[in-house]
Every structure is written in C-alpha cells, then in structure tokens.
C-alpha cells in the first residue's frame, strides 16, 4: 500500500511517495463527524486491532500486521438530493485533524505499526486488494 501525495496526475513529477508498506495489513478510511471524541476513538482503535479479518481468522495484532490510516471525509457524502454531495457531515479539518491523530496514536499503543497519510492533502492511495472486503466500523 502506498499514499502519494500531490496531483492528480498519475505521473507527475512532482508527486511524492510519503508513507507505505507491504505484506499482509489493512488500508483504513477513517471519516470524522462532529460528534466524534475519544469514545468512539477507543472503540474503533481496538475494532481495527482486534477483527479477526485477515488469512485464517487472524486480526492486525495476531498477525504482527500494519495498517494504514488515511483521513478521508468524503466518506460523510449526503447525496440524497441534488447532483452534488453535501459533506455537512463530515467535520471541518480543525476538529477532524485532532481526532484523527488520536486514533493513529491509540492504535499505535496497541503495538500496532501504523503509516499515515498527510492530513488533508491532496493523495492517491494504492492498494492490492486479497479479496473482496470492505468493512463500515461506526460507533
């Protein structure tokens, strides 16, 4: 999995490759809401750490796995009316960054690895995929 930054362009110059790691791990989406602290921080931390979702029911911590966390607010798109997402939901970077942050900082004191992409930067983020899975964590 690799995070580059910068660009939209897939062979720009100017990109950069800021964060990335190989083997087996997970590659996290996280959005951040208004209403989201330090509740919902632990309880998502140890739901990334603890699902018994990789190669033979093993979760990140059996397996000595990296995961990666990447901010991602589009994640909150209300697209019910119109042609255009609303992202009302989803909080503004000053509330968003810190929440984030807590959330790298609470995984990582699980003794879990983990790589970040740049808050909200422009990013292109890539992954191989072992199967189908995408999982929604809420609390």
């Not at 580059?4 to 190989?22: H, K, L, M, Q, W």
């Not at 083997?23 to 996290?28: F, H, T």
């Not at 632990?42 to 093993?58: H, P, S, V």
């Not at 609303?86 to 929440?99: H, L, T």
Request: glycine residues 10%; charged residues 25%; contains cysteine.
């Amino acid at each position: 999995m690799d995070v580059v930054s910068d660009s939209s362009a897939p062979d720009n110059e100017n990109s950069e490759r800021i964060s990335g790691f190989t083997g087996e791990g997970l590659l996290v989406l996280v959005g951040v809401t208004h209403d989201d602290g330090p509740e919902q921080v632990e309880y998502i931390a140890r739901k990334i750490c603890e699902l018994r979702i990789l190669e033979g029911e093993r979760s990140v911590l059996d397996a000595g796995a990296s995961v990666m966390l990447v901010s991602q607010f589009t994640l909150y798109a209300d697209t019910r009316k119109g042609r255009r997402p609303s992202w009302n939901d989803a909080a503004p970077g000053p509330v968003a960054e810190p929440v984030f942050n807590s959330l790298v900082e609470a995984v990582r004191e699980r003794g879990v690895p983990v790589e970040t992409g740049q808050f909200g930067a422009h990013m292109r983020v890539s992954l191989t995929n072992d199967g189908p899975v995408t999982i929604l964590l809420e609390k």
